[in-house]
């Protein structure tokens, strides 16, 4: 369908920027776009849906507030060092809290938000979402603190609406510089191990600056994006687009027209 995003007929918010319009084709299943104060454009924000790997937003936030120093040293165990994706960690390895935030959020490592999980508490997925709760997101239960689907974890699937990871991101860059500073990374290394963003769009749209993408096949392509040229604050949530290039397509088109892109 064609969405108008600000005609009162075909979506729900329909404030500024008159001159928007978008094609929902497959390009995304939910699209919020909002400032610091207000969302500006919605369509489907309260669907529930696979979250993936924006479940690690949370997870860094509950590291952030259940850990004194940065600096403590985690060892990796067996069970962590065998969970797919991301930077390979090896049993025994020690590794800073610094250090797996870092490998987290920039590499998506599953194993680093395991290990962080396990270092933090017992209870870690109860702090999620108690955390979830505190900062008003409504329609977000997790189940894991990295996002795989239940066929890896044997446990239920992290899902959350558009409008509750548009609270989220905000909450995460205006709470934790620590964290808003590893997530605006396109590149860095930890030890002798040098990692790139998944984020794609760091470097390639001028002043995005975070946060997390995530993918697998139930929740297809996520991505919540910080943007900020220093006049404007911008978040944008795009999920369930069917291929990653629809996200830095449509994000270029929203920005161009937002904050003069070439």
Do not use: W
Request: proline share 3%; charged share 25%.
């Amino acid at each position: 369908m064609r969405c108008d995003l600000y005609d009162k007929n075909s979506c729900k918010y329909t404030e500024g920027l008159s001159y928007l319009k978008m094609e929902n084709n497959d390009i995304y299943f939910s699209y919020l776009l909002a400032d610091n104060d207000k969302i500006l454009v919605g369509d489907n924000i309260d669907k529930k849906i696979p979250l993936a790997s924006l479940t690690k937003m949370m997870t860094a936030i509950v590291v952030m507030d259940n850990v004194k120093n940065l600096d403590d040293k985690v060892c990796i165990t067996k069970e962590v060092s065998q969970i797919p994706y991301g930077v390979k960690l090896k049993e025994n390895e020690e590794y800073t809290v610094y250090d797996l935030l870092r490998l987290m959020l920039i590499r998506s490592t599953n194993a680093a938000a395991k290990a962080l999980q396990d270092y933090v508490s017992p209870n870690f997925i109860d702090l999620m979402n108690k955390k979830a709760k505190e900062i008003g997101l409504k329609d977000t239960t997790y189940f894991t603190s990295y996002g795989l689907p239940p066929k890896y974890t044997n446990t239920g699937m992290d899902v959350g609406s558009a409008r509750d990871m548009y609270v989220l991101s905000k909450y995460l860059i205006n709470n934790y510089p620590i964290l808003k500073d590893i997530v605006s990374r396109k590149y860095d290394e930890v030890g002798d191990k040098k990692i790139k963003n998944t984020n794609n769009l760091l470097g390639v749209i001028e002043n995005v600056k975070g946060i997390k993408t995530g993918f697998h096949n139930a929740s297809k392509y996520n991505i919540c994006i910080y943007y900020n040229n220093n006049q404007k604050e911008l978040y944008e949530i795009i999920l369930g687009s069917d291929k990653p290039s629809h996200r830095i397509d449509l994000t270029r088109a929203v920005f161009k027209e937002l904050g003069g892109l070439k």
